[in-house]
């Protein structure tokens, strides 16, 4: 019987070359923190510097991208009133001391109160309508059932648009005769409607 009396033998070609392949890639691959730390100093500064700077630079961008250009309330002339138009219809004026992308503050509030007025002893509906008088009157906001405060925080999402008044305009001529006819303020009355019921017989 004949034994196998090569342990001690030297490893076969194959081997021996994939163990030197990886020992030498091993010791061939670079480490980070070492040529981190034999690059020269005013190397090193400069990336601290450079990544700085970007840092600074996007938060810059952020902040004019929700921040900046010319803002809305820029355009309110405060020497006059404005006219807020809603997206019912309504439109309120006053004085907007204050916009952004919520609200709209609207102070010295009025609005338009339209009567229609119809002809007596008219027969037709139509002939009604055309027969009709509507009389506009501007009315100072603060003496309605519910008492408000001469102010309006109006939601943004609820406003179409609004426009600066010119001060010879009918509305802008109409709040001025109504400050001049009132120079206390609004003078509500302290009348109450009672109200009425009505019962079956």
Not at 59 to 80: A, C, D
Not at 113 to 128: G, L, R
Request: glycine share 6%; with cysteine.
């Amino acid at each position: 019987m004949e034994f196998n009396t090569n342990r001690g033998a030297q490893p076969t070609p194959a081997r021996a070359a994939s163990a030197a392949g990886t020992t030498s890639s091993a010791s061939s691959r670079p480490s980070v923190s070492k040529s981190w730390n034999s690059s020269p100093s005013w190397l090193r500064v400069m990336w601290v510097v450079l990544l700085f700077a970007i840092t600074c630079l996007a938060i810059s961008m952020v902040f004019l991208l929700h921040y900046g250009g010319t803002k809305e309330v820029s355009y309110v002339n405060t020497k006059t009133e404005q006219a807020v138009f809603l997206t019912n219809g309504q439109v309120y004026f006053g004085r907007v001391t204050a916009i952004n992308s919520r609200f709209v503050d609207l102070q010295g509030v009025y609005y338009l109160n339209v009567n229609q007025q119809v002809q007596p002893n008219q027969k037709d509906a139509t002939t009604n309508a055309a027969n009709s008088n509507q009389s506009v009157s501007l009315v100072k906001l603060g003496c309605e059932l519910h008492g408000p405060l001469d102010q309006m925080i109006i939601n943004r999402d609820q406003v179409t648009f609004w426009e600066n008044l010119k001060t010879d305009g009918q509305v802008s001529k109409a709040i001025s005769q109504w400050v001049q006819q009132n120079p206390k303020g609004q003078q509500c009355s302290t009348a109450t409607s009672t109200p009425t019921t009505t019962t079956k017989p």
